[in-house]
Each structure stands twice: as C-alpha cells, then as structure tokens.
C-alpha cells in the first residue's frame, strides 16, 4: 500500500506533466490558427477583388448601354422639343411685347395726366401775370413769371418777358443773364441783341455794344430804334458822318417823326452844312408849326 505521501507525489507529478502537454499544445493551435487566418485573408481579399471588378465591367457595360438608348431616345425627340421650346419662347416674347405695350401705354396716360395738369397750371399763371401788368403791379407780375420759369425754366417767350421786365426797371444785372439765355436758344432774338448791346452801352463799353447791335441790325435792318442806338455810339465815338448817314435813313423810315428830324438837324449844324440843317428845321416845323427850337434855328441860321 501506497502512503499517502507517495499519493500526493503521484498527483503533482500528473499536473505537471499535464500542464506541459497543455502549454505545447497551446502554442500549436495558436500558429495553426495564425497562418490560417493569414491564408483566408488573402484568399477572401483576392476573391473581392475580382468579384468588385466584375461588377463595376458590368455596371460600366449597362451604363455604356443606358447611354445609348437615353441619345436615342432625345434624338427622337430632338425635333419635336425644337418645336415646342420655340413656341413657347415666341409665347414668352409676346407676352413680354404685350407687358411692354400696357406698361408704355399706363406711362403714357400719366405722362399725359401731367402735361394736362402743368399746362392748366402755366395757363392760370399766364393769365395773373397779364392781369397784375394791366394793372401796373409789376412786383406780382415779376413773381408770377419766376412761377412759371421755375416750372418750365427753358420756356423761350417768358424768359424774354422778365429780361424785358428787367431791362426796362434797369435791373441790367438780372436782364443780361436771361438775355445771354436768350441769344444763345433763339439766334433770331434781335431785340434780346439790341437789349444786350444797350446795357453794354450804359456800362461804357461801346466796342462790345457795337459789335453786338450791328446783330441786331442786321436781323432787323429797317428797325428805327436799332439803328438810332447805333447812331449813339457813332456820334459818342466823333464820327459823324456815320451818325448823320444812319439818321437819313432813319428819317425816311419814320419822317413824321418830329425828334428825328431835330436830331439830324443839329447833326448837319455841327458839320457846318447849314443849308441841310435848315432844310431839316423846316421839317420840324411842318409837322409841329409851333415847335420853339425849330423856329429859334431858322432865325439865327
């Protein structure tokens, strides 16, 4: 009989060499195990792989396939979507025409609306502005014609009304600013030239006035007031003879005139020609028997 020592011995010398064969074994599952693993890897990688190749062939051959029918498809169509998208842009560009046509049309009818409400508003302005002149209340009249130039500031006739309203109240400041308007819209405004060459007259400067009432001489020629201004600034200027050519023609513009005649009377005395001047007194005289100065002349001539 064993005792129980040798028992015991017996035991741990079974666990032992049991735990060895367990260890080895171990170790050999677990290399068999890891070059499996590498093996079914890459046999389930390379596999994928040409699985994935395949389908992406085939869904490239459906795709080249779909391609074709859907260029078949709207080639087919092609003539037919032509028609349709050209009608419906000639839809399109005569709905937009006819937008156009009502829009030009509802502008229109406010433009006009305007035009109708600024004319009645011109018109009572214009009719104040002759009732305050006719009755000599010249500072409303000029207020009234600033009204209208400040509604239609390049209105011709009545910018010339107020340089005319200044020139005459001898506000020359004023007057040849408009007058300058004037000459420069209507090249024909041969009294705004006059008006012109008259202020410069005043102002001393002769040869500006010269040039310019010679402009208004000759748009107008036969007019007696332009041409006695010229006479003015020949006689201002000693030359005479000038003065008495351009008062002859005066004189046959307006013989009856009695102030006319005086004046180239006096003209024809101072050149020493006394037989003319006498001749000119008596004219005087027959149109104004009891003139003074005329009757004077012929006694002491």
Do not use: C
Not at 64 to 70: N, Q, R, T, V
Not at 111 to 130: P, V
Not at 174 to 202: M, N, P, T
């Amino acid at each position: 009989m064993w005792t129980v020592g040798v028992w015991i011995w017996l035991i741990l010398t079974i666990i032992l060499a049991l735990s060895i064969i367990g260890m080895f074994l171990f170790w050999i599952l677990h290399k068999v195990e890891k070059i499996g693993g590498k093996a079914q890897t890459s046999f389930f990688d390379i596999f994928s792989f040409h699985k994935v190749k395949k389908k992406v062939q085939k869904d490239s051959e459906n795709a080249d396939l779909e391609a074709e029918d859907l260029d078949k498809e709207l080639n087919s169509l092609t003539g037919e979507n032509n028609i349709e998208t050209q009608e419906e842009k000639n839809e399109v560009q005569s709905e937009e025409l006819w937008i156009d046509k009502e829009t030009d049309a509802q502008n229109g009818k406010v433009e006009e609306k305007q035009e109708e409400k600024l004319k009645s508003t011109l018109e009572r302005i214009m009719f104040d502005a002759w009732y305050f002149k006719q009755r000599w209340n010249f500072e409303e009249y000029e207020k009234k014609i600033i009204e209208w130039l400040a509604l239609s500031p390049t209105h011709l006739e009545f910018t010339k009304m107020l340089a005319d309203y200044y020139f005459v109240t001898w506000v020359h400041k004023k007057a040849l600013s408009l007058l300058k308007k004037v000459i420069e819209w209507d090249d024909q405004a041969h009294r705004s030239f006059w008006q012109i060459g008259e202020i410069y007259y005043l102002n001393g400067d002769l040869e500006t006035s010269e040039m310019i009432i010679s402009k208004a001489i000759k748009l107008r020629p036969e007019n007696p007031k332009y041409l006695l201004s010229m006479v003015e600034i020949y006689y201002h200027t000693d030359r005479i003879d000038g003065a008495i050519t351009l008062m002859e023609k005066i004189v046959q513009l307006r013989p009856a005139n009695t102030n006319y005649l005086l004046t180239l009377a006096e003209f024809y005395e101072k050149i020493f020609d006394f037989d003319s001047a006498k001749k000119y007194y008596s004219s005087v005289l027959e149109y104004e028997p009891t003139h003074e100065k005329a009757k004077r002349k012929l006694k002491t001539l």
